[in-house]
């Protein structure tokens, strides 16, 4: 899939490529994987994000791979517009520092389309991004990230919601001239598997303690219950 027919993440029907990776004629690498977080909702999801987590929670959600958390460029009440500094391994390689600028679902996204999707139940919360490497990260003279593109797409089920998660790494690049060559190098195929694995691990732990910490912290919209 380009990432220009990324409309089609907004349809739940079954796709051709629902967990698995891709190398595009361009030399970008698309990852897609699909995580079932039970208990769930999109709601809770966007409102991880914007409760930016530091490296504490950070851990929490991978304790294997994260390692430190920061953020910058923040906005009360958002992640859109913030830029998460993450340092993180991918299944096991050596850590790495990213930085994971949020952007608004609009400039991914039609925004008809996405707003009769979410009318009809098909989506409940989109979380789009930029990235790069390092703490400094190239940006467009408009501020923007150059890099990776990133897109969650959830859509809210009655056991929880399911979130497909779609990496379009370097998609930039080729744009501003980078070879086919240089490409293949600096986003090598067994980076692939190794994030789609990473992905489904963070999530799936994150699935096992987002209901309870939402319910706890998120001032009301879910008031807590007595269990007894």
């Known amino acids: 899939m380009?990432?220009?027919?990324?409309?089609?993440?907004?349809?739940?029907a079954p796709m051709a490529l629902e967990m698995g990776f891709e190398r595009l004629g361009d030399g970008v690498l698309h990852v897609a994987a699909r995580t079932d977080m039970r208990g769930c909702?999109?709601?809770?999801?966007?409102?991880?994000?914007?409760?930016?987590p530091g490296t504490r929670e950070y851990l929490w959600w991978h304790p294997l791979d994260h390692v430190a958390s920061a953020w910058s460029e923040t906005r009360e009440g958002t992640h859109i517009g913030s830029i998460h500094h993450a340092t993180e391994r991918f299944t096991g390689s050596e850590p790495e520092q990213l930085a994971i600028q949020f952007r608004e679902p609009a400039e991914f996204f039609d925004a008809g389309e996405l707003a009769a999707a979410r009318a009809s139940g098909a989506v409940s919360a989109v979380i789009c991004a930029h990235g790069g490497p390092g703490p400094e990260p190239r940006r467009r003279p408009d501020g923007a990230v150059i890099g990776?593109?990133?897109?969650?797409l959830c859509r809210d089920t009655p056991w929880g919601m399911v979130l497909r998660t779609h990496f379009f790494l370097g998609y930039d690049l080729p744009r501003l001239g980078m070879p086919r060559a240089m490409m293949d190098e600096?986003?090598?195929d067994h980076l692939a598997p190794n994030l789609l694995q990473h992905c489904y691990d963070e999530f799936t732990t994150l699935s096992r303690f987002l209901p309870s910490l939402y319910e706890a912290e998120a001032g009301g919209v879910r008031p807590p219950r007595r269990s007894w």
């Not at 909702?41 to 930016?52: D, I, K, V």
């Not at 990776?148 to 969650?152: D, P």
């Open 2 to 12: 380009e990432f220009s027919d990324c409309a089609r993440l907004l349809d739940p």
């Open 41 to 52: 909702t999109g709601a809770m999801l966007e409102w991880w994000f914007g409760s930016r």
């Open 148 to 152: 990776t593109r990133l897109i969650h």
């Open 186 to 188: 600096q986003f090598p």
